[in-house]
């Protein structure tokens, strides 16, 4: 999508991607490329273009607001042989470029996506370190040097993993990348499922952002880049361009008070950045909780009028209805509030969810983000939201549940020697191992690796579970959830907790300036309080989640979950019936918290295979 901003003169490139190259491309015809940019459509509905070379084939499907002919993509670069696809937004790209072209480089357009091409120039492979944004893009080189002629392709995404980017190897070993996996395969590359795959799923309710649940696509995981060249023959290795770095920041040299005063003036210049687009309306995810009642707040300080607000809540639902808190910021705020409401009667949403995922995904706010993005995208064409809160100020209750067990529990965590971080793994396990044995047929022995990037950090405390949050569960779960469903109805999300400064910043805190062992976000909680009331502060965490297990509590629910995991059902090619089975029953009888949650998660899995049968295989 392209968003003009007649205050900024930026050229803003929301859309999806595609880059093919190789050694023989000749079979990736126009109508090939054409159908497998179609399956992007959602993301880019209004031109899909691609330029193609000898060995590369650039193409980008792209939702436009205004039509203007400076920043579109592909792009090729003014003086060397480059060009690049790219989805997102640089929001340092002013200064990005006055550093350039005191650099000597000269510029064609006023748009961001010339920047990263001329940053690519300047600064190589390390480009992605001096941008500030959301983004993922694909550079083609085909440069001639002393060695002779490049045929290389650059890929890059963005440190938090909010804009996705796949690849995968077709027969005669040259590269597909893509915004979705649905557009690979419709470049002629089919899905392989994996076993092992849903053996993850199966763990975490959602694949991690290291891994997909074929055994022949790849992500490029948050934070890094890759690099393929068309002559060589070894696959790519993705590269970590960016972590959050352990830099404690010392209570003696800054004080709580300087602290929340920093982090105010970062969040507000992340909103600021934000709501660049002058001549586009830019609306807010408004559910009443501190994140994101706070990004309104300080969203509405930049525009003349009430900014659009949206809020969805849960018919029946008691505690987990959120509606009132978010009525009375928005009057509180001064915005122009749309409510909605989503039940255990929106099965079709579920299904139309579950049927766009590339991947099998089971967070229960999925039903709720769908809802709340078709919706808001008839409104406006971007959402500030507030996602990013919890993770970087301790938010969740699991930051502090180590201290506040029963006292068995405590007693038994002092015999089995486990930490803060061992017992939030056990706990953030959906499907244990010994679960998952008994569970799928080929009797996998589980390879999960529950840490991965967050082994890296040191520790086995709060920091090590902040550390998981931002590496694991933020991109797997949050931030894929959030791209696909707003994305599914043409709508951009931001998420200016997310700004990368403000994270660094923030994960250094003392853990004192940010939880206790009964609350987390303190520094947050009292900005907002120079806005809200403390008693609507400072009020149990409600969540986005839908309530699950009162959902299956009622009969006509139970009977949906009973004809989809029915005999025949897709998921008994991959799991025992028998153990199925049991654990509806005991969702249905005893209602007990796990066990509603695992049948929750198996039913996604039978609707997303149910959805997407055809499109994998299986070996």
């Known amino acids: 999508m392209e968003i003009w901003s007649n205050q900024n003169k930026q050229l803003i490139t929301m859309c ?187 763990t975490f309710m959602y694949l991690p952002p290291w891994r997909t649940v074929y055994k022949n696509i790849f992500p490029i995981p948050p934070a890094h880049s890759a690099h393929f060249s068309v002559d060589a023959t070894e696959k790519i290795s993705p590269v970590r361009y960016w972590a959050l770095e352990q830099k404690p920041i010392d209570p003696k040299e800054v004080s709580y008070d300087d602290a929340k005063s920093h982090v105010k003036e970062l969040l507000v210049k992340a909103v600021e950045k934000r709501m660049l687009a002058s001549d586009v309306e830019v609306g807010s995810f408004l559910s009443g909780g501190v994140d994101s009642t706070l990004v309104t707040a300080y969203a509405q300080k930049f525009v003349s009028h009430p900014i659009k607000t949206f809020s969805v809540g849960y018919d029946g639902a008691g505690e987990k209805n959120e509606l009132p808190f978010a009525e009375v910021a928005a009057k509180k705020i001064g915005t122009d509030h749309h409510v909605l409401h989503a039940s255990a009667e929106n099965k079709d949403v579920l299904e139309n969810a579950m049927a766009y995922f590339d991947e099998p995904h089971a967070d229960s706010a999925d039903l709720a983000q769908y809802i709340l993005s078709e919706y808001t995208a008839k409104e406006v064409k971007v959402a500030l939201a507030g996602d990013g809160g919890d993770e970087l100020f301790l938010g969740y209750g699991w930051h502090t549940v180590f201290w506040n067990r029963p006292k068995l529990a405590r007693l038994k965590n002092m015999l089995t020697f486990a930490t803060p971080y061992s017992e939030h793994l056990r706990l953030v396990t959906q499907f244990s191992p010994t679960e998952r044995r008994r569970l799928m047929k080929d009797n996998l022995s589980s390879k999960v690796d529950m840490e991965h990037f967050s082994r890296d950090f040191i520790g086995t405390g709060v920091e090590k579970i902040n550390a998981f949050d931002i590496t694991t569960y933020l991109p797997g779960q949050l931030l894929s959830k959030v791209d696909m469903m707003s994305m599914r109805h043409s709508l951009e999300v931001r998420c200016p907790l997310l700004d990368y400064q403000l994270a660094e910043y923030a994960y250094n805190l003392p853990r004192a300036y940010k939880m206790n062992t009964g609350t987390g976000k303190l520094i947050l909680k009292d900005l907002l309080a120079e806005i809200m009331p403390r008693e609507f502060v400072d009020r149990k965490k409600q969540g986005f989640g839908a309530p699950v297990r009162h959902w299956l509590s009622q009969p006509d629910m139970q009977k949906y979950v009973e004809k989809n995991l029915a005999p025949g ?40 295979l149910k959805s997407h049968e055809g499109f994998y295989r299986v070996d």
């Open 16 to 202: 999806g991607i595609l880059t093919i190259a190789g050694k023989n491309i000749g079979k990736y015809d126009t109508q090939k490329v054409g159908v497998a940019l179609q399956t992007l459509a959602h993301r880019g509905p209004d031109e899909q273009k691609e330029m193609r070379f000898e060995n590369c084939i650039l193409g980008q499907a792209r939702l436009s607001i205004i039509d203007l002919g400076g920043g579109k993509q592909p792009m090729r670069n003014n003086t060397e042989n480059i060009a690049i696809t790219f989805n997102g937004e640089i929001y340092n790209y002013k200064e990005l470029k006055e550093e350039l072209e005191k650099k000597g480089h000269k510029f064609s357009t006023q748009s961001d996506t010339e920047v990263i091409l001329k940053a690519y120039l300047e600064y190589g492979k390390e480009c992605p370190k001096y941008l500030d944004g959301m983004f993922a893009f694909a550079i083609w080189d085909e440069r001639q040097d002393k060695n002779g002629g490049k045929k290389e392709i650059f890929l890059a995404r963005d440190r938090f993993g909010k804009k996705p980017l796949y690849y995968a190897f077709d027969a005669e070993g040259g590269i597909v990348i893509a915004s979705e996996i649905k557009t690979i395969a419709a470049a002629g590359i089919r899905p392989v499922l994996d076993p092992e795959g849903i053996d993850a799923y199966l």
């Open 569 to 608: 059902a897709k998921i008994y090619s991959l799991l025992r019936e028998e153990e199925v089975r049991k654990i509806l029953a005991a969702a249905f009888t005893t209602k007990r918290p796990k066990e509603s949650y695992q049948t929750w998660i198996l039913l996604c899995l039978e609707l997303w």
